[in-house]
């Protein structure tokens, strides 16, 4: 099992880093392509479907892994009743995108037309439930197999674009086909693995029982995608396509080193798990050194970025980006924050204490979107840059505050800032 589980983390590893590497030098020869105009009227599509997305995802996939997991022989009412709520999601959020995006831009009817091609692709969502069915079996080579073909294929066409001098609308087809492929392909894996159609039947109470514990989930997903797409929405809303362009420009530089605490976090996790139960001492102390390592690797890049970031951006994206650096500067010490938390997230599992993270969030994206609503328009992309850093890191460092079980947490969070903690063993 041992072996199962180490070829499976190296699988979800190879993904990650695959995705994040090549969507990142992928995306700047787009953006080079495009130009900060229609790259942002893209980025500002992608944004407004993902809040609707989100929705559609229905985010009870950890519930539902772990039904599977106790309940094997339920698997065929799991995966039926997983798929129906996904697809009715699904059809909600893709028959909603559509008017909420006349309402929001009625006389910007190529933007109408981006967000119609992209919605198509939250129609897919569903069939996560195969996915889920994978990750129950610790057997994610599949989904990765899949995912990373579709990537691959999807990339290369591209770059034919680009090359071929297609317009905006070409891409954001290629994402849709991206989803499309990467869903047809799963079918047929499942299909050909399992020998057999899916079998799925759907069970009222069990979809009542996924709803019910995978609430929390799907309000967590829910804040997370409103902290991380709504200040691209009301940029694109309150500037322009142009400043959309440019803050996502900023914001795929500054997220580009984050998939290595991404990794980390996921690669010591059930070190962690097991050190709780033998030496609660040793679990804190280790936590703190952890905490500590992000801390400085964040001021370390901040710092960095500080010093080249313009021009890393001409270079990167090109002259027409170089109004990319101002916020860059700023959204780019959000990592601290953004790392820790990951972190944390080791801590908050191990205790049971989600909602108590849901609650954070709960405060930190109003925060997030009532500065947004003053600072767009007064300090523009800069305004938008600002805004997220101070919400994020009332979140992850202020609000937690308020909750006595979360305490603990964010004074080891505090104390980490002393790098003595990197150096000095349990």
Do not use: C
């Not at 439930?129 to 294929?153: E, G, N, T």
């Not at 499309?180 to 979809?207: F, P």
């Not at 010490?333 to 790392?339: E, H, M, P």
């Not at 007064?378 to 840059?385: F, H, S, V």
Request: hydrophobic share 55%.
């Amino acid at each position: 099992m041992k072996t199962q589980l180490f070829a499976n983390l190296n699988w979800l590893f190879a993904d990650r880093i695959l995705r994040i590497v090549g969507s990142l030098v992928i995306g700047i020869w787009v953006a080079r392509y495009l130009g900060p105009g229609n790259f942002g009227l893209l980025n500002f599509a992608l944004s407004f479907v993902a809040l609707f997305g989100m929705v559609g995802r229905l985010s009870i996939d950890q519930v539902a892994v772990r039904e599977l997991t106790k309940f094997p022989e339920r698997e065929k009412e799991i995966l039926g009743s997983t798929f129906r709520l996904k697809l009715w999601g699904s059809l909600a959020a893709t028959v909603l995108v559509l008017p909420a995006a006349w309402l929001a831009q009625p006389d910007n009817p190529l933007f109408l037309l981006l967000v119609a091609i992209m919605a198509f692709g939250i129609l897919f969502n569903a069939l996560d439930a195969i996915d889920i069915f994978y990750q129950a079996r610790v057997l994610s080579k599949y989904v990765v197999q899949a995912r990373s073909i579709a990537f691959l294929i999807l990339s290369a066409i591209r770059v034919g674009l680009i090359f071929g001098n297609f317009s905006v609308l070409w891409f954001a087809l290629a994402s849709t086909m991206e989803i499309a492929l990467y869903a047809g392909l799963l079918v047929w894996i499942y299909r050909h693995k399992e020998g057999r159609g899916s079998g799925w039947n759907w069970q009222r109470s069990t979809a009542r029982h996924l709803i019910k514990d995978g609430w929390p989930l799907i309000a967590g997903s829910l804040l997370f995608i409103l902290h991380t797409r709504i200040d691209q929405v009301m940029i694109g809303q309150m500037l322009g396509e142009v400043h959309v362009g440019l803050y996502s420009a900023a914001i795929s530089i500054s997220e580009a080193w984050m998939f290595v605490p991404v990794l980390i976090v996921q690669a010591v996790m059930p070190y962690f798990v097991q050190l709780r139960e033998s030496d609660p001492t040793g679990y804190r102390h280790r936590l703190i050194q952890l905490y500590s390592a992000m801390f400085w690797a964040g001021v370390a890049v901040g710092i960095i970025t500080m010093l080249i970031g313009q021009r890393a951006i001409v270079f990167l994206f090109g002259e027409a980006y170089s109004g990319a650096s101002a916020p860059l500067v700023l959204i780019i010490w959000t990592g601290i924050f953004v790392a820790q938390a990951l972190v944390r997230g080791i801590w908050v599992i191990s205790e049971n204490l989600q909602l108590f993270r849901l609650f954070s969030s709960l405060i930190a994206v109003p925060i997030n979107i009532v500065l947004n609503l003053f600072w767009i328009q007064k300090y523009g992309i800069e305004g938008a840059a600002a805004a997220s850093l101070i919400s994020i890191g009332v979140g992850t460092w202020l609000v937690p505050l308020i909750f006595k079980p979360m305490r603990q947490s964010n004074l080891d969070m505090m104390r980490s800032m002393n790098p003595r903690y990197l150096f000095v063993r349990s």
